[in-house]
């Protein structure tokens, strides 16, 4: 692949510009290509931003297994240091990825404690470290990077440095700034903004210091004492900072290595105390020899600590660490092999769909069996709760949930959980947040995953074949074996940030000035009473009956004990059910019985998909205005939030921020006529993706059943909402994996965030067919977001970022990225796609580790890729600028939680949030944004936020115009009683499309 630069650009002003391009091969023979740019330019900051930094390569990653997490080719760390290392959290997205790194290089991890931990070193070191008789301390400090100034730290980062100046302390990024800061230097405002861009690092050579003077080292032994030792002269690091160390006093620190195009100091060392900072972040994905500086530092601690030991005269007082424990705010139990012998709470019941007349070994063809949208209207769409997971564009896709559809609804009330943030905060309430009940219904206490696969075969089901589900991981071809379907909004958010902050012993509950934003939005949305609903394991499930869309739950989840799962490829259906009591295994066999005649021969016509792009675009000729969408804030408002993003980032706030907005629309009475269904349909049919879904909660329940023709309406209650999502992008997945067949089986976690988003060349002449033109222009654009250097730091900073979620649940050394910033297209865009993966439990016979999806999602939540990064302090500024309206659903996730510890989140973009509107209508909300970073155009991202809302914007448009036009179609409110026959279902379904 050779990159090109387009003449067009408006990166390419009147500057100099030199290119360099340099191809290498990766370790499984994929050649890349590397493309530098340098410029200079006199003119005003915007535009040095889009020159000076502009330079991009496509990063030199290795294809990595499941042993990877380098991000560099040389070789594994070939000993183990036996340091005790203490990790100072400055709130950073990328911290973890220290702890990883560091972790591979030591006997025992590091110790992470947050910044505001402590009111000082003093209390710290009082509750960390207490004298006992294991003869050991802290050997060394790490300073992570994090948001702000190194002037607004707090006291516990400062006094660290103080405190210990005998003690190996290394400062990355903001670490950086403290340590030049403390040692008298100037912390100001860089050149420019840097974030998410690799530049050549180029190392200082040094003087001899004057301790080495004093105790007559020589040079070899001078270069010894560096974190710099044996890297080469020059390197690439990414950098992500906007202030830089300045005015340095030399007669107490030396710079070590400075960037080759701007001149920022990017490495210093104390002349006298082992103080060392980088600039750069060793631990970034595109870092070079991040491993070797992270183990020159390891190094150099375990020598201090032998050195000390050595001289040491008086070992009868000593510091050693100690057990702090963390909040037990899991009821996993730690130890599974100590509840192995307790039962599942579940047995899976499995029935491949066969032809009647067939061998028990055919499945049934595709000719014979209802089709996916055909099976949920028929069975699905008379129940006021039931989800659809669709994997639309199935037909492109060859892995992934986008192979798979999943539908289910609950059997009774008990099973369903909505759940809300504001009063699970409220310190009167006895609630229990979303994850942990979810963790307590599926893993905890002993309920650990069946290996045991009951497979119901033959015509009479009545036979039953037990399986390991271990030991083929090829069929079923799906990893769902029954469980929870639902929803997680991204106020969810809120939750998970608290929990991460309780392990590393931080403040919470509003006692840190880090979360004095977390209620603002719930308090302006909540407006009703509360109510809790007891559920029989003690937990409480907790509603709120308010009059507006702000009373769709932060969380809604159902427990799935009858469900249906397609897989595309086979065109196969099959049926899953739970049984919880022996007593309930008659009843599945014979669900599965009635399910499987019913899918096997379809009585009403397949639906004609196209209809519903073509009619209602005839139908838009006539029409005066299709139904006008108004953003929440608008042009000129969103336009200047991007302003402010720039000035968050030049002050060094944020790398990056993932701004939204809301663009809302309320459709009159007469579309009550259709359904949400309907729009469903029109959005599947018009924009394809595979991590689609649609969730229909609470909804008026006509009593109908197979043979119902009309959908259920919006119900009146204030939780009634419908969400219509053709999400392309996964959040997180985890699914049982094997190196070897005859290997252990191990639970991988992946993540799939998307950054980088351009138009796709839609075909004009029929529609359907680009001509050789259009081919070749759509090919452009997607080559040109393959080069993009603003798309290309919004992906890295992404990926560094889930690198760093993962890392706090994954095995140590697992968490690799086995794609980096690859170019996906779907029906209307193309998008820059990176797949990070890594290891989250290993399962060896009937034994697990104790991480689960929960853990997972508690690291992970709200996805990177719609915050930004750091995470934490970028969420508080977006709440800021998007004025406290909460986001709802959109920018949540919805998938699955399965009984066998499988998982498959994806992230709500692309969506419809449905809800009643005060005239009986419909209130139509869908969420758009994106990333703003310092390259980023005030009308480039407006117009990109219009952009990821069109297909949807049009889907709804449509749906609403179809209303119009056919003013004859009975009130949905008012469907008739499932007594029609066969054929008259089928003309009234025509009628409909």
Same mark, same amino acid.
């Given at each position: 692949m050779v990159s090109s630069s387009s003449s067009s650009s408006y990166y390419w002003r009147p500057v100099i510009l030199a290119i360099s391009v340099f191809y290498a091969t990766t370790s499984i023979g994929r050649v890349v290509c590397f493309v530098s740019t340098s410029s200079s330019s006199n003119v005003h900051l915007r535009s040095q931003l889009q020159t000076t930094t502009t330079r991009t390569r496509t990063s030199f990653i290795r294809h990595l297994d499941r042993n990877g997490g380098r991000n560099d080719?040389?070789?594994?760390?070939?000993?183990?240091?036996?340091?005790?290392?203490?990790?100072?959290d400055h709130y950073d997205s990328f911290t973890y990825n220290?702890?990883?790194?560091? =972790?591979?290089?030591?006997?025992?991890?590091?110790?992470?404690?947050?910044?505001?931990?402590?009111?000082?070193?003093?209390?710290?070191?009082? *509750?960390?470290?207490?004298?006992?008789?294991?003869?050991?301390?802290?050997?060394? +400090? +790490?300073?992570?990077?994090?948001?702000?100034?190194?002037?607004?730290?707090?006291?516990?980062?400062?006094?660290?440095?103080?405190?210990?100046?005998?003690?190996?302390?290394?400062?990355?990024? #903001?670490?950086h700034q403290l340590l030049a800061m403390e040692y008298g230097g100037r912390v100001d405002k860089a050149p420019i903004p840097i974030h998410g861009q690799d530049h050549w690092i180029i190392i200082q050579p040094q003087p001899q210091s004057r301790q080495s003077l004093q105790n007559n080292r020589s040079i070899d032994e001078e270069q010894d004492s560096t974190i710099l030792k044996n890297l080469p002269f020059s390197f690439r690091a990414v950098r992500y900072h906007s202030l830089a160390a300045t005015d340095l006093p030399k007669d107490t620190l030396q710079v070590t290595a400075m960037s080759s195009d701007d001149g920022v100091i990017q490495g210093i060392q104390h002349v006298e105390f082992p103080h060392y900072g980088v600039q750069f972040h060793p631990e970034s994905i595109g870092t070079q020899h991040g491993m070797e500086l992270l183990e020159n530092f390891c190094r150099l601690v375990e020598k201090q600590k032998l050195d000390k030991e050595q001289s040491s005269n008086n070992t009868d007082v000593d510091h050693s660490p100690i057990s702090v424990q963390k909040e037990d705010t899991s009821s996993v139990a730690t130890n599974m092999e100590e509840t192995i012998s307790l039962p599942p709470r579940f047995q899976v019941f499995l029935h491949e769909v066969i032809k009647p007349s067939s061998s028990s070994s055919s499945s049934v063809s595709s000719e014979t069996v209802m089709e996916p949208v055909e099976a949920f209207e028929a069975l699905y769409g008379s129940k006021s709760h039931a989800i659809w997971l669709d994997s639309s564009s199935?037909?492109?896709?060859?892995?992934?949930?986008?192979?798979?559809?999943?539908?289910? =609804?609950?059997?009774?009330?008990?099973?369903?959980?909505?759940?809300?943030?504001?009063?699970?905060?409220?310190?009167?309430?006895?609630?229990?947040?979303?994850?942990?009940?979810?963790e307590n219904e599926l893993y905890a206490n002993g309920k650990s995953a069946t290996r045991d696969l009951n497979v119901v075969v033959g015509h009479d089901f009545r036979d039953i074949e037990t399986i390991d589900d271990q030991a083929n991981l090829t069929w079923p071809p799906f990893d769902f074996r029954g469980g929870y379907l639902g929803m997680l909004g991204y106020d969810i958010r809120y939750d998970t940030q608290q929990f991460l902050k309780r392990q590393e012993y931080a403040p919470v509950d509003g006692s840190s000035s880090s979360t004095t934003t977390?209620?603002?939005?719930?308090?302006?949305?909540?407006?009703g009473s509360r109510q809790e609903h007891h559920q029989g394991d003690g937990t409480t499930t907790t509603t709120t009956t308010t009059t507006n869309s702000s009373s769709i739950p932060d969380a809604a989840f159902f427990l799935a004990r009858q469900s249906l799962v397609y897989h595309h490829p086979t065109s196969t259906w099959f049926l899953i059910g739970l049984a919880e009591h022996d007593c309930e295994i008659d009843g599945i066999l014979e669900w599965m019985q009635s399910t499987s005649s019913i899918l096997t021969n379809p009585t009403m016509s397949k639906p004609e998909m196209e209809g519903y792009v073509t009619e209602a675009a005839k139908g838009q000729k006539g029409r005066k205005k299709p139904l006008a969408f108004v953003p929440?804030?608008?042009?000129?408002?969103?336009?200047?939030?991007?302003?402010? *993003?720039?000035?968050?980032?030049?002050?060094?706030?944020?790398?990056?921020? *993932? #701004?939204?907005?809301?663009?809302?629309?309320?459709?009159?009475?007469?579309?009550?006529r259709l359904s949400t269904w309907d729009l469903y349909r029109r959005l599947r049919s018009r924009n394809p993706a595979p991590y689609s879904a649609y969730v229909q909660w609470n909804l008026d329940n006509p009593g109908g059943g197979v043979a119902a023709t009309k959908m259920p309406p919006l119900s009146k209650t204030p939780n009634s909402f419908a969400i219509c999502s053709s999400s392309p992008e996964r959040f997180m997945s985890v699914k049982p994996?094997?190196?070897?067949?005859?290997?252990?089986?191990?639970?991988?976690?992946?993540?799939?965030?998307?950054?980088?988003? *351009?138009?796709?060349?839609?075909?004009?002449?029929?529609?359907?067919?680009?001509?050789?033109?259009?081919?070749?222009?759509?090919?452009?654009?997607?080559?040109?977001?393959?080069?993009?250097?603003?798309?290309?730091?919004?992906?890295?900073?992404?990926?560094?970022?889930?690198?760093?979620?993962?890392?706090?649940?994954?095995?140590?050394?697992?968490?690799?990225?086995?794609?980096?910033?690859? +170019?996906?297209?779907?029906?209307?865009?193309h998008q820059m796609v990176s797949t990070i993966r890594g290891t989250l439990s290993e399962q060896t016979g009937t034994t697990t580790t104790t991480k689960t999806p929960i853990d997972l999602l508690r690291a992970s939540f709200p996805?990177?890729?719609?915050?930004?990064?750091?995470?934490?302090?970028t969420m508080e500024l977006l709440e800021e600028l998007e004025e406290h309206v909460s986001r709802g659903p959109y920018a949540g996730s919805i998938g699955y939680l399965s009984v066998n510890f499988c998982m498959d989140m994806n992230i709500v973009i692309r969506s419809a949030v449905i809800t009643p509107s005060s005239d009986g209508g419909r209130k139509i909300s869908i969420g758009a944004g994106g990333a703003i970073t310092a390259l980023s155009e005030r009308e480039d991202e407006y117009d990109e936020m219009l952009l990821k809302a069109r297909a949807v914007i049009q889907a709804v448009q449509e749906w609403e115009e179809a209303a119009m036009d056919n003013p004859q179609a009975e009130p949905e409110a008012e469907p008739e009683a499932p007594t029609k026959t066969d054929k008259e279902n089928t003309s009234a379904f025509k009628n409909r499309a």
């Open positions: 080719d040389t070789a594994f760390p070939k000993k183990k240091y036996n340091i005790s290392l203490l990790l100072i220290l702890y990883d790194m560091l =972790a591979q290089l030591t006997v025992e991890p590091p110790k992470v404690v947050a910044k505001d931990a402590f009111d000082g070193w003093k209390d710290a070191f009082q *509750c960390l470290y207490k004298d006992n008789n294991n003869n050991k301390e802290v050997d060394g +400090i +790490i300073l992570s990077p994090g948001p702000g100034s190194p002037q607004e730290q707090p006291a516990f980062s400062k006094e660290a440095i103080r405190y210990n100046p005998q003690l190996p302390i290394l400062g990355v990024c #903001l670490g199935s037909a492109t896709t060859t892995s992934g949930r986008g192979t798979v559809d999943i539908m289910a =609804a609950p059997l009774s009330s008990a099973d369903i959980i909505e759940y809300y943030v504001k009063n699970h905060q409220n310190q009167n309430t006895t609630t229990t947040d979303v994850l942990t009940r979810l977390t209620t603002t939005a719930r308090d302006r949305d909540d407006q929440n804030r608008p042009k000129s408002t969103y336009q200047n939030d991007i302003s402010r *993003c720039h000035e968050f980032i030049e002050l060094g706030e944020s790398y990056e921020l *993932c #701004l939204t907005n809301q663009l809302e629309a309320t459709a009159t009475n007469k579309s009550n994996k094997k190196i070897h067949p005859l290997g252990p089986v191990f639970l991988q976690a992946e993540a799939k965030p998307i950054k980088g988003t *351009c138009a796709r060349v839609m075909p004009q002449n029929n529609g359907v067919i680009r001509t050789d033109s259009e081919i070749r222009e759509d090919d452009r654009r997607a080559r040109s977001l393959e080069i993009s250097l603003k798309n290309r730091a919004e992906n890295l900073m992404i990926v560094d970022l889930l690198r760093n979620d993962m890392s706090r649940v994954c095995q140590v050394g697992t968490v690799h990225v086995a794609k980096l910033m690859a +170019i996906e297209s779907f029906a209307t865009v996805g990177g890729s719609m915050t930004g990064a750091p995470k934490m302090r």
